[in-house]
């Protein structure tokens, strides 16, 4: 793990720019699979569906400790690799509640199998 400062000690956390302690970027990050899962409606027929991958991921601003997010997930292109697989590429957007500015913006890929 990281156990910079900046995410395991209130004190010194305190005396940053950010004010506080923040969550580890890519354990952030980490949300995004349930998250996805949770609100992404697939077409009738997908038997299963696997991380392909990010194509970016830009953190924008750290999520500090007890914050509330949310992801929102816009799709941006879906293409067969081949019959019965179809890559979909969506901009996930990881929104801090009180915050004008996101966590990160990231590119998922995920592979559907039909």
Same mark, same amino acid.
């Given at each position: 793990?990281? $156990? #910079?400062?900046?995410? &395991? =000690? !209130?004190?010194?956390?305190? #005396?940053? /720019?950010?004010? +506080?302690? %923040?969550?580890?970027?890519?354990?952030?990050? +980490?949300?995004? /699979?349930?998250?996805?899962?949770?609100?992404?409606?697939? !077409?009738?027929? &997908?038997?299963?569906? &696997?991380?392909?991958?990010?194509?970016?991921?830009? $953190? %924008?601003? @750290?999520?500090?400790?007890?914050?509330?997010?949310?992801? *929102? &997930? =816009?799709?941006?292109?879906?293409?067969?690799? *081949?019959?019965?697989?179809?890559?979909?590429?969506?901009?996930?957007?990881?929104? %801090?509640?009180?915050? =004008?500015? /996101?966590?990160? %913006?990231?590119? @998922?890929?995920?592979?559907?199998?039909?």
């Amino acid at each position: 793990g990281d $156990f #910079q400062f900046i995410h &395991v =000690d !209130p004190v010194k956390a305190a #005396q940053t /720019p950010f004010g +506080s302690t %923040i969550a580890h970027g890519f354990l952030s990050l +980490s949300l995004m /699979p349930k998250l996805m899962e949770d609100i992404l409606i697939l !077409p009738e027929g &997908v038997k299963m569906v &696997v991380n392909y991958g990010l194509d970016s991921v830009r $953190f %924008i601003q @750290p999520v500090k400790v007890n914050s509330k997010v949310r992801l *929102k &997930v =816009d799709m941006v292109e879906v293409t067969e690799k *081949k019959p019965g697989q179809w890559l979909l590429k969506a901009t996930a957007t990881l929104e %801090i509640e009180g915050s =004008d500015k /996101p966590a990160y %913006i990231a590119e @998922p890929l995920s592979l559907c199998f039909v």
